[in-house]
């Protein structure tokens, strides 16, 4: 191998042969044939092929270590393109290191048995022994493979479908294509087209489609031979009509295929030629790939593939024996048998029509499509999944006292996770005093680093030395403090909001701690969530985060354009209070603006009272103009920077609507937007702290009036519902049209109770205490709504399940309390009390039907729209919007002509739309 | 196979039309793309039956919009 010798070559030697590294084999598969000739990239994956390509990159870094320790001399490379393909048998001989020939994995004394599977000539895994191949150390070594020489060949099972085809397509005899020359042009030409279209996979299945077409009989229209079905006996087996193929057989037949049909199939006969899909030649992974772990007793533990290569290595043994000694054909097809099943194992330890090899605990092994395949797997698990250090996670809970764009870090947490910073001139005796109070007293340091990498722990013992040593060059690893940028997430990642940069204030407690104004775009609540801290370790990504990523920078959803962060709870609620009653004396105002942040009072009026629209006025720009809507549809105006109408609620402030919030973003910018939300939010937060905020039973009283005109929409209904039973039964009830007269009854009887409820509801709106606190959240959009209110003090109303009354329970019954064939509501759901006088047994009964379903509604739902939000997102990860208005996806294909129909970007709109009057209005 | 209802007449079926000759040159010079990059849609695709579309024409489908009101959408014909 070349490249054992590459390692012992002088450095001037090893530059000038560096860029020719790749070996110069003629069969080396990186140099020859071209892009798309080859197999499709699934087809390939199966370890053999990669193989060589693997070999070939190892090459130049291992090689190239030595050298650019010393002095570092850089050898660029360009990859023009890449191949997929087989390898063939011969090729696997030659970049084999050892032939493997007993299942023997060591000696007495321990040490690896040549001509086993764990030889040292595949690699090394010992600390103290030297690779014989490459005659590096443990780590050094990457290891290499090893062959085995299959007694008789077998199927890999992943060409199964491949040779299918193959034998499908062509003739027994002469191997080639059955498609007559003349009409050879034409399909080649077809089947180009279907590539482009459909890729290698639809091509070979047209190739079927079309010889079938074609309706040549079954003879070769080459050689005339008589062609018999070939179908497939799942897992390996092919079989001829009612004769099976011997994998000796079907290699032979693909042996015929001329390399100008091979062609045809998609198979470029430079890098795949047919009969290498058979099995004559085993790569052996190095054991670098399959290492043994030694276990707390001493005893070692193989990996799983070692022990699936000790069984093939074993079987192959014994089959070789009995050839030799000319054993009864149907021992030898028995083991021939055995041995296809522990490759087939090999390869993928899920075949469906297998019993999966076990270990002797019972659990399957893990063989190679096993370690590649799923989400445990190598690449959703080990390449799209990355762990890393400088990260926490724990429980969040909020504080409404740290801003928008902090984050609470406990102290704890603190001291475990580090930012580096450079030692300057200037900063020296700054860090040395981190230095000095180590890893036990904040704020200090964890560890220095050497210029040349080398980490050191700062210990009560290594603090001198290390203080001592310090210099420009060096970095000190300081714990967090307050105003360190940090990147903080919570799962699932929906959208980009998931993951914000917020800056760090260090606080007592155990929990990571957030303005609850961010619970949003988090969605993130406080029943015992969890969330994570990354610190960002050099100075572009801590640069990058801090401009691209900060809260305030996301405020307004690039999905709905309006912000996604806003007041919620007791802020609404105080907002809406302050500005609809307050009457504050100025010096009760002054404290609350004090409290709020603002520092600027000049602006409250100088009354001896002021009310609730002065003080939220004084938190405005000056030059701030705005007309919109509350919730109840009254106009807000705020002029000149003064709220001169209107009342505050959900509907400026809140998450999702919050159009006083988007006016001010477009207006003034997201730090300003940002700095006033913390403010308004403090406000309504401090508002209800000084006036107090609870709720009385009495909230929910209704006068007596109002019970009355409720008790009578209700009888009305239930008799208007009790004439319809009875013209049903006496068969008088017209049904509608396309229905059935049971039908048209349920559908009626459904009406009328939802007629008497919304009455009901109506009559709460109307009649129900004002301006209680109560009212004060539902009114604010802070909480709850009318309905609520009603259900609580008029009338619960219909329990519905599935869209209908509810029919369960018994035989012609709901319940036993009722009687066979009782359609009356109280029946089937209908909740007459509410919830302030207390539900009756069977209402209540009733209410938990409806409750328990859409528990488990919820529960069965969201991972179901997970997994179509995942496919969603994987499909659509490349589309891009292109300059000239259209979506495109990564290969240039047109998905729309115009984005989202209107070429609106959404994130600057409002709500989708753009305000082109304003647009007038505002322009000279 | 004769389809036994005209989908053309249906509510929810937008306005499919053969674009001419220039005005697919025009679209894919617009766009400056060759017709491989075109949306797809079946020859086959009862919506078309009517307007005997061959491999290769562009089909122009007029459809109502929530956000643009109505809003033009181009389909290259392809086999099956
Ligand atoms: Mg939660
Ligand atoms: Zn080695
Ligand atoms: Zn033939």
Redesign the pocket.
């Known amino acids: 191998m070349p490249k054992a010798k590459a390692s012992e070559e002088t450095k001037k030697e090893l530059k000038e042969m560096a860029p020719e590294a790749a070996p110069e084999e003629e069969e080396v598969l990186l140099k020859s044939g071209d892009v798309g000739a080859g197999m499709t990239p699934e087809e390939s994956a199966a370890p053999s092929a990669g193989a060589p390509a693997a070999e070939a990159a190892g090459e130049a870094p291992s090689a190239k270590r030595e050298s650019v320790m010393a002095t570092p001399q850089y050898i660029f490379k360009q990859v023009s393109n890449i191949v997929f393909g087989v390898l063939s048998p011969k090729l696997l001989k030659k970049m084999a290191s050892a032939k493997v020939v007993t299942p023997e994995l060591y000696d007495k004394e321990g040490y690896p048995v040549d001509g086993g599977l764990m030889d040292i000539r595949l ?2 895994i010992d600390p103290g022994l030297r ?1 014989k ?4 150390k443990l780590k050094e ?4 493979f090893g062959y085995i020489e299959m007694a008789r060949p077998v199927v890999h099972i992943k060409f199964v479908p491949v040779i299918l085809s193959l034998l499908r397509s062509t003739c027994h005899e002469c191997g080639k294509i059955l498609i007559p020359k003349e009409k050879l042009e034409k399909s080649k030409s077809i089947l180009e087209k279907i590539e482009i279209e459909g890729g290698l996979r639809a091509r070979r299945k047209a190739i079927k489609t079309i010889i079938d077409s074609l309706k040549a009989g079954n003879k070769c229209s080459h050689c005339n031979a008589k062609q018999s079905k070939i179908s497939l006996e799942k897992p390996t087996t092919y079989m001829e009509g009612e004769r099976r193929l011997s994998p000796i057989e079907v290699r032979a037949r693909l042996e015929k295929i001329p390399d100008e049909d091979a062609m045809i199939f998609g198979i470029n006969p430079a890098t795949v030629r047919p009969e290498w899909l058979i099995l004559t030649v085993l790569p052996v992974p190095p054991v670098t790939m399959r290492p043994s772990i030694t276990l707390e007793t001493g005893e070692r533990s193989e990996d799983d593939l070692t022990h699936k290569l000790g069984d093939i290595v074993r079987i192959n043994q014994r089959l070789f024996e009995n050839i030799n000694a000319g054993a009864p054909e149907i021992i030898i097809e028995d083991l021939w048998d055995l041995l296809q099943y522990h490759v087939t194992t090999f390869f993928d330890n899920d075949v469906a029509q297998l019993p999966p090899a076990r270990h002797r605990s019972g659990q399957p092994l893990k063989t190679l499509t096993e370690r590649i395949k799923s989400k445990e797997g190598r690449i959703r698990h080990n390449l799209a999944g990355k762990r890393t250090n400088f990260c926490a996670r724990t429980v969040i809970s909020p504080d409404p006292f740290i801003k928008v764009n902090e984050v609470g870090v406990p102290k704890v947490i603190a001291m475990k996770v580090t930012v580096p910073e450079v030692v300057q001139p200037w900063n020296m005796a700054y860090l040395k005093k981190f230095v000095e109070r180590g890893p036990g007293t904040y704020p200090g340091a964890n560890y220095v680093v050497r210029p040349d990498g080398k980490k050191k722990k700062i210990t009560e013992e290594t603090k001198e030395a290390a203080l001592e040593e310090l210099q420009p060059g060096y970095v000190v690893e300081r714990h967090l403090m307050d105003g360190d940028i940090t990147i903080f997430n919570r799962q699932p990642c929906l959208h980009r909001m998931s993951t914000m940069c917020h800056k760090v204030k260090v606080l007592p407690g155990r929990t990571l701690r957030l303005n609850p104004t961010v619970c949003a775009p988090y969605n993130a609540d406080f029943d015992g969530d969890e969330m994570n801290l990354h610190v960002p370790q050099t100075e572009e990504s801590r640069a990058e985060a801090e401009i691209l990523m900060q809260v305030q920078t996301q405020l307004i959803s690039p999905r709905y354009g309006l912000p996604v962060i806003g007041c919620l709870q007791d802020s609404l609620s105080g907002s809406y209070a302050l500005t609809k009653f307050a009457e504050l004396s100025r010096e009760d105002a002054i404290q609350l603006l004090i409290r709020a942040g603002v520092t600027d009072v000049g602006k409250l009026p100088n009354k001896k009272t002021v009310n609730g629209r002065e003080i939220f006025s004084v938190m405005m720009p000056d030059d701030f103009n705005f007309e919109g809507e509350s919730r109840s549809g009254a106009k807000i105006v705020i002029k000149d920077g003064k709220l001169v109408e209107g009342v505050i609620d959900e509907k400026s402030l809140g998450e999702g609507s919050g159009f006083l919030l988007r006016a001010l973003h477009r207006q003034y910018g997201s730090q300003t937007t940002i700095d006033i939300l913390y403010k308004v939010f403090t406000l309504g937060n401090e508002y209800l702290q000084m006036t107090g905020f609870s709720i009385v039973i009495s909230d929910f009283d209704l006068p007596s009036i109002a019970q009355e005109q409720i008790e009578q929409a209700i009888v009305e209904a239930e008799n208007e519902i009790q004439t319809l039973i009875q013209q049903f039964h006496e068969g008088k009830l017209e049904a509608f049209p396309g229905r059935s007269v049971g039908e048209t009854l349920e559908f009626k009887i459904l009406e009328l109770l939802n007629k008497a409820r919304n009455k009901a509801g109506q009559l709460v709106k109307e009649h129900a205490k004002k301006d209680t606190d109560t009212r004060i959240m539902v009114d604010s959009g802070a909480r709850g709504n009318i309905l609520q209110l009603s259900q609580i003090s008029a009338i619960v109303g219909q329990q519905a399940l599935r869209g209908k009354r509810i029919e369960k329970g018994y035989r012609g019954r709901t319940l036993s309390c009722f009687k066979k064939g009782d359609i009356s509501p109280l029946a089937h759901g209908f909740v007459r009390s509410n919830l302030k006088k207390g539900l009756s047994p069977q209402e209540f009964f009733f209410c938990n039907i409806t409750g328990r379903d859409s528990l488990m509604d919820t529960a069965l739902r969201t991972p179901k729209s997970g997994y179509l939000y995942r496919r969603l997102a994987n499909a659509m990860q490349d589309l891009r919007v292109e300059y000239d208005g259209t979506v495109r996806d990564a290969t240039g294909k047109i998905i729309q002509f115009k984005y989202g129909e209107d070429s609106v970007d959404v994130s600057r709109s409002e709500n989708g739309k753009i305000n082109i009057q304003r647009i007038i209005d505002t322009t000279e | 196979m004769k389809a036994k209802y005209d989908v053309t007449k249906h509510a929810l079926v937008p306005k499919h039309a053969k674009a001419s000759e220039k005005e697919k040159k025009d679209l894919l010079e617009s766009y400056n793309i060759t017709l491989h990059q075109l949306p797809r849609i079946l020859k086959s695709d009862p919506a078309i039956d009517h307007l005997d579309a061959e491999e290769g024409d562009v089909i122009r489908i007029t459809r109502a919009s929530p956000t643009a009101g109505e809003t033009v959408f181009y389909r290259r014909v392809i086999n099956g």
């Open positions: 690699g090394v690779c191949t490459c005659g590096c070594c990457i290891g290499h």
